[in-house]
Nanobody
């Protein structure tokens, strides 16, 4: 059974940086494409970024393009989300998600089979 465990969230000030990590356990990490999503209070869950199994394909939401970078280390079973120049609108619960086998980086949550519990990111002014 796939398990996803996020870490790295916290309280930061606007303009700061954070790096989120998500470890996949229970299966072979390199068989899964990975995504990051976020949900702010009272809002729907939104796509943030995704990366393919090999890392050769990635995709980003327009709101984070140029500020966030998704990467993966298949030797460490870990996907990362480097978040720079954070602003108040980035405050949310951040989830990582995994999908199996296809070499792609989907933007829809329906394309993912497994989800973590989330890590909170709060940006203050």
């Amino acid at each position: 059974q796939v398990q996803l465990t996020e870490s790295g969230g916290g309280l930061v000030q606007a303009g700061d940086s954070l790096r989120l990590s998500c470890v996949l356990s229970g299966r072979t990490f390199s068989a899964y494409y990975m995504g990051w999503f976020r949900q702010a209070p009272g809002k729907e869950r939104d796509f943030v970024a995704a990366i393919s199994r090999s890392g050769s394909v990635d995709s980003y939401a327009d709101s984070v393009k140029g500020r966030f970078t998704v990467s993966r280390d298949n030797a460490k079973n870990t996907v990362y989300l480097q978040m720079n120049t954070l602003n108040l609108e980035d405050t949310a619960l951040y989830y990582c998600a995994a999908g199996y086998l296809v070499e792609t980086a989907p933007r829809s949550g329906r394309d993912y089979n497994y989800w973590g519990q989330g890590t909170q990111v709060t940006v203050s002014s």
